[in-house]
């Protein structure tokens, strides 16, 4: 045998015990793979969720500053913000100039039962006459609904109402992705829930609440709390 023919033996040997001493046995891919998989089954839900949370709390602070913007340029403009100046229904034809609007038709009769808006424990379904006097979709998928009846119906005399993502798309629940939003009688907006609005935290942002506007106060507490949204009932 050459000294060529025996180096080649010895490489030939020596892959052989590398691959006796170092490839894996099909049980051990098997645990493996089944290791993986128990892993990913508990990890994924928990990395869907937390992208699902951050995006929910992304639009709703994107909302609240298109609706703080179009209450600043309408001031800006000598346009009126105080619920007193306006009648019924007639608040959505001056706000909704300020905003980059969808394909949806501005109306003061919306047909808000179709979009099936359920309350923040998913209980009941919501008072709807508090989303009816007027409505128009943005180009980002957003939804605005007014609450306008030239009077203080559920108290207060204008409440905007927002679903970040849009009625075509889950959940529709009051706190989770319709929120509210109150025109104060000085013209000036605050997130409902907050102090001197119209609706208690601890009895309507609720889990055990069948209250048909539970929810309706959540939108301060989604704002400030950062988990608010990774702990939704």
Avoid: W
């Avoid at 003061?108 to 008072?127: C, E, L, R």
């Amino acid at each position: 045998m050459t000294m060529i023919n025996r180096v080649f033996a010895l490489v030939k040997i020596f892959k052989r015990k590398m691959l006796v001493n170092y490839a894996f046995t099909l049980a051990e891919v098997l645990i493996t793979l089944g290791i993986i998989g128990v892993v990913a089954a508990l990890t994924i839900p928990v990395l869907v969720e937390n992208h699902r949370a951050a995006e929910f709390r992304t639009r709703l602070n994107t909302a609240y500053s298109l609706i703080g913007q179009a209450m600043e340029r309408m001031r800006a403009d000598d346009l009126s913000t105080l619920p007193d100046d306006y009648t019924a229904k007639l608040f959505v034809y001056s706000f909704s100039k300020y905003f980059e609007l969808g394909d949806e038709i501005i109306t003061s009769s919306p047909t808000q039962k179709q979009y099936n808006y359920k309350t923040y424990n998913k209980k009941v379904a919501i008072d709807y006459p508090i989303l009816d006097d007027g409505m128009f979709g943005l180009k980002n998928g957003m939804y605005i609904f007014i609450e306008n009846p030239g009077m203080s119906l559920f108290g207060f005399k204008i409440g905007i109402f927002v679903d970040i993502n849009g009625p075509q798309k889950n959940p529709n629940l009051l706190g989770h992705d319709l929120f509210a939003f109150q025109l104060l009688n000085d013209g000036f907006l605050k997130p409902m829930g907050s102090d001197g609005t119209a609706y208690d935290v601890e009895k309507y942002c609720s889990k055990t609440s069948t209250e048909s506007l539970n929810g309706i106060a959540c939108t301060y507490k989604a704002l400030t709390e950062p988990d608010y949204f990774k702990k939704l009932p």
